[in-house]
């Protein structure tokens, strides 16, 4: 059975720190490992796609990489903003065309 | 470029009743996708549909059903409702799946009194 796992559960930090989500998984035939963001009540925001040929992906100041042979995957948030909390879900794509999501970590930064 | 459209936005049936949700997909994308997320289960995963047929299916009871049109829209539908189907419904648009990566629409939020 496919499980992903997300630690921390919650994370509270003051604004301007950097910080580290993690994420593992147990199925290493993964097609993908994608992290997503939810705010609360809404859907889920596409934040960074990591195919199973790569190792890492960047955007702006969020950056994630796969190490498939250990199965974990991490986020890294730079320079945290007040705008960033939310509730951060990594999810992984293996055969059959869906996806298996973490429970997620939520994520506070505070000014 | 639209993104994924889900109708309706919010919900409220009463138990025994059915419930149609509708998804239109990201132009060009032929994957649709439905998951339920609720507080106890998280996001889980109810079945796929690629060129109108359903590829992959979740494990939840036959009274979860959905379809595709040949213009990649999707419907779902609960039969018979209970008060634990009660969820945020999001539905997700890929070209293809497998690898392309998946874009979420903001959900349709079912409350069963």
């Known amino acids: 059975k496919q499980e992903v796992t997300q630690i921390p559960a919650a994370l509270s930090v003051p604004e301007g720190e950097n910080l580290v989500l993690n994420c593992s998984f147990t199925d290493s035939a993964i097609y993908n490992l994608q992290w997503f963001r939810q705010d609360p009540g809404k859907g889920l925001t596409s934040l960074l796609l990591i195919q199973s040929s790569q190792r890492e992906q960047t955007s702006g100041r969020l950056n994630a990489s796969l190490d498939k042979s250990s199965g974990r995957s991490t986020l890294y948030i730079a320079a945290s903003q007040p705008g960033d909390s939310a509730t951060y879900l990594c999810?992984?794509?293996?055969?059959?065309?869906?996806?298996?999501f973490g429970e997620g970590t939520q994520l506070t930064v505070n000014p | 470029k639209a993104g994924v459209t889900q109708t309706p936005r919010y919900l409220i049936k009463t138990r025994g009743q059915q419930v149609t949700l509708s998804c239109s997909p990201i132009?060009?994308?032929?994957?649709v996708s439905w998951y339920q997320q609720t507080p106890g289960q998280g996001l889980q995963f109810l079945f796929e549909y690629f060129s109108e047929t359903q590829r992959n299916k979740g494990n939840f009871p036959g009274r979860f059903s959905g379809r595709q049109f040949s213009n990649s829209r999707s419907e779902m539908n609960v039969s018979t409702l209970e008060l634990g189907d009660s969820a945020l419904y999001l539905c997700?648009?890929?070209?293809?799946?497998?690898?392309?990566?998946?874009?979420f629409g903001s959900g349709t939020r079912l409350t069963v009194v």
């Open positions: 132009s060009g994308h032929r994957s």
């Open positions: 997700a648009s890929s070209f293809s799946a497998k690898g392309n990566g998946y874009t």
């Open positions: 999810a992984e794509e293996t055969s059959g065309s869906r996806l298996t």
